[in-house]
Structure formats: C-alpha cells, structure tokens
C-alpha cells in the first residue's frame, strides 16, 4: 500500500462548479496535512495546511480532515481556469520530510 | 527575495559523467531537501538535511551524494550519471523539521533542474 494514495485524474470540472480532490493516507501517525499546487513546469506551492479534525476554509479552499478513516480532502468553490493544475497531498509526521502523493490533475472548463 | 536557488535549471549529461546540483537559500531555514519528480510518480525524497552539519537518506538515495556545505547551501552529486536519473529536481528548505501540529513542516521550493542523462 502506498503511503498517499491520490487519484491521477484529469479531473474535469466546468468553470464556477465545486472540485473535490480527495487524498488518503497509510501512516496513523501523520498529525498534519498539506495541499500543493503545481502548475505545469513549476515548482509546488501551498495553499491549505491542517492538522485538526473538521473543515479548514481559506477564501474558495476548503480543506478536510478526517484522522480516523485517514482521508484528507480539499474543495475548491466556484473553480477557475486558472485552478487548472495538479494538487499535491503531503502528510507530515513530524519525522524527517513531508511524503507526497502523486497528485491529482484537475482541469477546469471554461 | 530570492528564496530558494537552484542551479542548473537544464542540464544534459551523458552516462557515466558526474555533476553537482547546487541549492541555497536565504530564509535562515534549518532544514534542506532534495527532491526528485518523474511523471506519476509524485515528489519522492532523495536525501535530506534536518540542520546544519546532518545528513540523512530519504526514500531514493542510491546513486547520490548530498553535502550541506553551511546553513545557506545544499548540494546534490551524481558521481556516475545513469538514464534512470533523468528527472526533474527539486530543492526545498523548511524552517526546522519535527514539532508535527504546525506548519513547520511546509517546505519552500526552489524552481527545479531539469536533468537529461542520454
């Protein structure tokens, strides 16, 4: 079993609908979870961190963290073209580094 | 407000050559990473740094050699370049490693070396 499990995608949404990636993970002793985005050709960067139980809301991101079925989400509202890319999960246990998955690619349609 | 550095940004070897990537960054970060992605296989960790004067392998180490030359910088060697190590690379640095519950764990990223073994 991989240690972060994300579907490949593409996931295709239209433009103004709601996405919904979805990310699960191996290790019970991963206490916090973040999202990266990574355009195509660049380097990843943060959106959402959490490392509580419950929804984490930052502008149209929504970030949720479910410890006991290990599965952390995060929803993106009213998706843009520019929301186009590949979202990255990485838990983190404290030790050594932050695992990746290896991504959900999202497309958004105009 | 540099960042994270990373030079090359290209480069093409043949097999059997060596290089030396080199990182640095600016943010007074403890902790230094280095980073390989290949297509569907996600950001898998070579080797890292958690402070100053450590070194530790990550998931994928064979094949490479790290030195953390002081604080700022982060060098990666391949001693004898192979076409499996044809990938992209990636630098980060974190503020410190541990303390799980914050974001010290978030990473900053360099832009990448694009590495082509032929």
């Known amino acids: 079993q991989k240690e972060v499990e994300q579907n490949s995608g593409p996931l295709s949404v239209p433009e103004g609908a709601i996405a919904s990636l979805n990310c699960t993970y191996s290790?019970?002793?991963?206490?916090?979870f973040f999202w990266y985005r990574q355009y195509s050709g660049k380097s990843p960067e943060l959106i959402m961190f959490?490392?509580?139980?419950g929804d984490k809301e930052d502008g149209r991101f929504t970030a949720q963290l479910n410890k006991a079925s290990q599965y952390v989400s995060l929803l993106i509202r009213d998706s843009q073209p520019s929301d186009s890319a590949t979202y990255l999960c990485?838990?983190?246990?404290?030790?050594?580094?932050?695992?990746f998955g290896s991504g959900t690619r999202l497309q958004v349609q105009p | 407000n540099a960042g994270v550095t990373q030079t090359p940004k290209f480069q093409v070897l043949k097999t059997g050559q060596s290089m030396t990537l080199q990182c640095a960054q600016d943010m007074n970060h403890n902790s230094m990473y280095w980073y390989r992605q290949d297509p569907g296989m996600g950001l898998r960790l070579i080797y890292y740094s958690a402070s100053e004067g450590t070194t530790d392998k990550g998931e994928v180490p064979n094949g490479y050699n790290v030195s953390r030359l002081n604080k700022r910088e982060f060098s990666l060697r391949l001693e004898s370049a192979a076409p499996s190590q044809t990938s992209v690379y990636f630098c980060?640095?974190?503020?410190?490693?541990?303390?799980?519950?914050?974001?010290?764990?978030?990473?900053?990223f360099g832009e990448g070396s694009r590495l082509t073994v032929l």
């Open positions: 990485a838990p983190y246990t404290g030790r050594r580094a932050l695992t």
């Open positions: 290790d019970r002793g991963s206490q916090s």
């Open positions: 980060a640095s974190s503020p410190r490693t541990g303390l799980a519950g914050s974001n010290t764990g978030e990473l900053f």
């Open positions: 959490i490392y509580s139980n």
